[in-house]
C-alpha cells in the first residue's frame, strides 16, 4: 500500500521504518517541525499542502491540539485513516459523526501494542470478578516519558472505561489529585511524568487481606508502531469508524 505517515516524531519514524520493512511505500510525511525529511519531495509542512491523493491511507501520530483538523481533512478527502494520537477521546462521538457522513473511514486507538489489549481484557476480566467481592476497591496508576502531552494517558483512560463497564459500584472517573477521601463510585486514575518510560500501566484490586495486580510494561515503542501498520492493512477496502478493539476481537478469532 502506500502509506502517508502526519506527525514525524519518536513514533511516526518507526512506522515508516515498519512500513518499508512489510513492503509498503510511503509517499507522503506531513509534520510541520521537520528538519530532516526521509526523502525531500516527500515532504510536507501541513496537510493543506499535503497531496492526500498520493497515498492510500494515513497514519496519524501528530498531536492532541492538531489531530481534530487533520482528521477533518481525511474526511474530506475521503482518505482511510489510523489515528493513534491519543488526548482527543472526549470529541469521539462528533468524529464518528462526521466519519459516517464523509462515507470515509478511520480507525482510532489508544493503544496499538497487542499486549495491552490483552491488557485490557484481563482488566475486564478482573473487574466482572471484584463485582461478586465488595471488600475489592479497584484504582490505576500509570507511568510515561517526560515529553507526553495529555495525562492520564488514552490507554489509561480506555482501561478505566473497562473498569466502569464491568464493575458496578464505580461510575465515574476521578483524575485529579485529591484533597479529600475518594468516593466509593469514583474510580481513581492517576499518572506520573518523568523520564523516557514508553508506557507503564497498573490496574489494582485492593482488600485489607490482600492486592490483585495487573501490569502493562511497554519495553519500547515499536510494539505500537507495528500494531499501527497492521491496523492500516485491516482497514484497507473497509468504510466506517472502527476502533482497534475492533481488529483485535477479529485477530483474535
Ligand atoms: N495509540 C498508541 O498506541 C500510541 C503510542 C505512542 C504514542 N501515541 C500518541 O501518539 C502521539 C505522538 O506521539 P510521539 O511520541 O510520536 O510524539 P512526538 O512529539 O515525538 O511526535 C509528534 C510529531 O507531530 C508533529 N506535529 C505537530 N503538529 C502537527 C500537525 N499539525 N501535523 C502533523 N504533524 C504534526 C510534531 O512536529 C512532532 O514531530 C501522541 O499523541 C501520543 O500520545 C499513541
Known sequence: MKI?????????RLIREICLERGHTVPLVVDPNLQQAPHRSA???????????????????????AVLGNIEKY?????????????????????????????????????????????????ARLAELINHFPQYDMLMHEFHHRHKKDSPSGTALTAAEHILQNLERKN????????????????????????????????????????????????????FALGAVLAAEWLHGKQGFFSFDEYFAEALR
Not at 86 to 108: H, N, P
Request: proline content about 3%; hydrophobic content about 35%.
Open 75 to 123: 474526511a474530506e478527502n475521503k482518505t482511510p485513516a489510523v489515528i493513534g494520537t491519543t488526548g482527543w477521546e472526549d470529541k469521539r462521538d462528533a468524529v464518528q459523526t462526521l466519519i459516517d457522513q464523509s462515507g470515509s473511514s478511520l480507525l482510532y486507538g489508544s493503544n496499538f501494542s497487542v499486549g495491552a489489549n490483552i491488557f485490557f481484557a484481563m482488566t
Open 43 to 65: 515532504l510536507a509542512d501541513d496537510l493543506a499542502r499535503a497531496n492526500l491523493n498520493s497515498v492510500e491511507c494515513v497514519i496519524d501520530f501528530s498531536l492532541p491540539e
Open 4 to 12: 502517508g505517515i502526519v506527525g514525524y516524531g519518536r513514533m511516526g
Open 172 to 223: 465515574e472517573i476521578q483524575r485529579e489529585t485529591l484533597q479529600r477521601s475518594i468516593e466509593p463510585q469514583e474510580l481513581h486514575v492517576t499518572a506520573t511524568r518523568g523520564g523516557d518510560i514508553p508506557g507503564l500501566h497498573m490496574v489494582l484490586a485492593d482488600s485489607s487481606e490482600d492486592t490483585l495486580e495487573l501490569r502493562h510494561t511497554a519495553r519500547n515503542r515499536r510494539g
